[in-house]
């Protein structure tokens, strides 16, 4: 069975793929992110989801992704296969708690995190080489998520 059919017909592979952006020729990562914001202004900026729920719903799928991501890596073979990208949506996600107002910060929340996601600077490589399985596919876009949102809140607070 292919990977596309294994998206299509198993949950596991569903959500861990990003509900399919993992699938993208290219920059699997970027889109899964673009997913993760899209989702986010559906649900807290035009539904109206509180922070609370919305933080909520983050720990919840960060719990659930590590045991996805596991059982995926683990059936693919391969330690943080590219197409795996829930782990950019929780990223995404945690960058976009308590976000500023205004059009443009979700726009410097996705570049934020997409930069730290990819540059992988210490100790976001340091995890990302050293935490394996599950909470390792999960736990280095935490860590990008970090500087990220640290950043737009210096920033907001600046200006």
Same mark, same amino acid.
């Given at each position: 069975m292919s990977i596309r059919q294994k998206v299509i017909s198993d949950p596991c592979f569903f959500l861990a793929f990003g509900f399919g952006s993992g699938l993208a020729p290219r920059a699997p990562g970027s889109w899964g992110s673009l997913v993760g914001l899209v989702l986010y202004i559906l649900a807290v900026q035009m539904a109206g989801l509180n922070q609370a729920y919305f933080v909520a719903s983050i720990i919840i799928a960060f719990i659930a992704g590590v045991f996805i991501c596991d059982r995926v890596a683990r059936e693919l073979g391969v330690h943080d296969h590219g197409g795996i990208v829930w782990d950019e949506i929780v990223g995404i996600w945690l960058v976009?708690? %308590? +976000? *500023?107002?205004?059009?443009?910060? *979700? @726009?410097?929340? $996705?570049? +934020? $995190?997409? @930069? $730290?996601?990819?540059?992988? *600077?210490? *100790?976001? %490589?340091?995890?990302?080489?050293?935490?394996? #399985? #599950? =909470? #390792?596919?999960?736990?280095?876009?935490?860590?990008?998520?970090?500087? %990220?949102?640290?950043?737009?809140?210096? %920033?907001?607070?600046? =200006?």
């Amino acid at each position: 069975m292919s990977i596309r059919q294994k998206v299509i017909s198993d949950p596991c592979f569903f959500l861990a793929f990003g509900f399919g952006s993992g699938l993208a020729p290219r920059a699997p990562g970027s889109w899964g992110s673009l997913v993760g914001l899209v989702l986010y202004i559906l649900a807290v900026q035009m539904a109206g989801l509180n922070q609370a729920y919305f933080v909520a719903s983050i720990i919840i799928a960060f719990i659930a992704g590590v045991f996805i991501c596991d059982r995926v890596a683990r059936e693919l073979g391969v330690h943080d296969h590219g197409g795996i990208v829930w782990d950019e949506i929780v990223g995404i996600w945690l960058v976009l708690v %308590a +976000l *500023p107002v205004g059009w443009y910060w *979700p @726009l410097v929340a $996705f570049a +934020l $995190f997409r @930069l $730290f996601d990819i540059q992988k *600077p210490w *100790p976001i %490589a340091y995890i990302d080489s050293k935490v394996k #399985g #599950g =909470l #390792g596919i999960m736990l280095d876009d935490v860590a990008a998520a970090i500087p %990220a949102w640290v950043i737009i809140q210096m %920033a907001n607070w600046m =200006l």
